[in-house]
């Protein structure tokens, strides 16, 4: 966790990767840079080495007055790549208000396309990552642990509130936060809205990055049929289950009518991610039900989309996923929590 030499990191080889001279409707496409900044222990490092995979040039570590001749280089060639860049409150020079000031000049520059990404978490869980690490956080070197990570989030507030896209990663797996990062700043598909589908149990708490939470609390409930019990939402019993409850049909037609109406919205205001979160008590039948349906609908209006059920167990919700999605996305030493 010291503060060492900027490091910068070729972009490994991948599919999604454009090619270097991406064009846009016959013109030069605007050079996407992604800010990756956060609360250490959250997993910055960690969605900045997924950009990195995605195909972007990941540089960590450097210092703030750098950044403007980073961002616009000189070279022809380098100014087409995309570019992935970590600050947090390590990085010499730090201080939210001349980040926020060098974000707001980049983005006045028409050939720039500017994201600025927080990746957050629970305090809770940030405590328990760095216990049982036993690393010391940054701000945390003279006093109590709980005291550090307060005085970081009363230095990053400003840049939460002014992110476009904030990762809640205290429930994520390490391969649930790579697919939330790559999907929400692919480099194959054209600028748009960028829409985030989670399911979530009440009793597990809200999604802290929803923008938008829907309650189907109210629909008949599988869990108090025997066999429905350890089905979930994905399977046809349950699912033919909820819909002949007589809200459902109505409900999915009245969300499906105020989403295709606030979308278009949502991007004419300049909104780049949505995060659409849907509840029910266990996260398990209603939730993931709606989540589903509510996802092929955003797809079949081409829109890009993610999905993840938060609170199935894990046996289900990393179905097809593999055994590294069974670690927590904050776990360090695997992700170096920073």
């Not at 995979?53 to 960590?60: C, F, H, L, T």
């Not at 860049?85 to 208000?97: E, H, S």
């Not at 979160?277 to 955003?298: D, F, I, N, P, Q």
């Not at 919700?317 to 170096?336: C, K, T, V, Y």
Request: aromatic share 4%; charged share 30%; hydrophobic share 40%.
């Amino acid at each position: 966790m010291s503060n060492g030499p900027a490091s910068v990191s070729e972009p490994a080889p991948s599919d999604t990767a454009e090619p270097q001279d991406r064009k846009e409707g016959g013109k030069t496409a605007r050079r996407r840079v992604a800010l990756v900044t956060g609360m250490s222990g959250a997993g910055r490092s960690s969605a900045l080495r997924a950009l990195e995979d995605a195909g972007y040039e990941a540089v960590d570590n450097l210092p703030l007055t750098l950044l403007p001749s980073l961002i616009r280089p000189d070279d022809a060639h380098a100014q087409a790549r995309a570019l992935a860049i970590g600050v947090d409150t390590r990085t010499r020079g730090f201080a939210a208000t001349s980040l926020l000031a060098t974000v707001d000049r980049a983005r006045a520059e028409p050939e720039l396309d500017v994201r600025l990404v927080f990746v957050d978490c629970d305090d809770e869980t940030l405590h328990r990552r760095f216990t049982e690490t036993r690393r010391r956080h940054p701000l945390a070197t003279d006093r109590p642990l709980a005291d550090g990570i307060r005085a970081e989030r009363a230095m990053v507030r400003d840049l939460r509130d002014r992110a476009d896209l904030v990762i809640d990663t205290s429930g994520l797996s390490q391969a649930e936060l790579k697919q939330r990062v790559q999907e929400s700043l692919p480099l194959d598909t054209s600028p748009g809205l960028a829409v985030h589908v989670v399911s979530f149990a009440y009793r597990n708490g809200l999604p802290r990055d929803a923008d938008l939470v829907f309650d189907v609390r109210f629909l008949a409930n599988p869990h108090y049929q025997p066999d429905m019990r350890p089905l979930t939402g994905r399977d046809v019993a349950v699912a033919e289950f909820i819909e002949r409850d007589p809200g459902c049909a109505g409900f999915l037609d009245g969300l499906t009518t105020m989403l295709a109406a606030l979308l278009p919205r949502y991007e004419r205001e300049g909104k780049s991610y949505l995060t659409i979160a849907v509840g029910c008590t266990g996260g398990r039948h209603r939730s993931v039900y709606v989540a589903e349906r509510l996802v092929a609908w955003l797809h079949s209006r081409g829109r890009r989309c993610g999905l993840l059920h938060r609170d199935l167990l894990p046996d289900r919700r990393h179905e097809n996923q593999g055994s590294a999605a069974a670690s927590p996305a904050g776990d360090e030493p695997a992700l170096r929590i920073s």
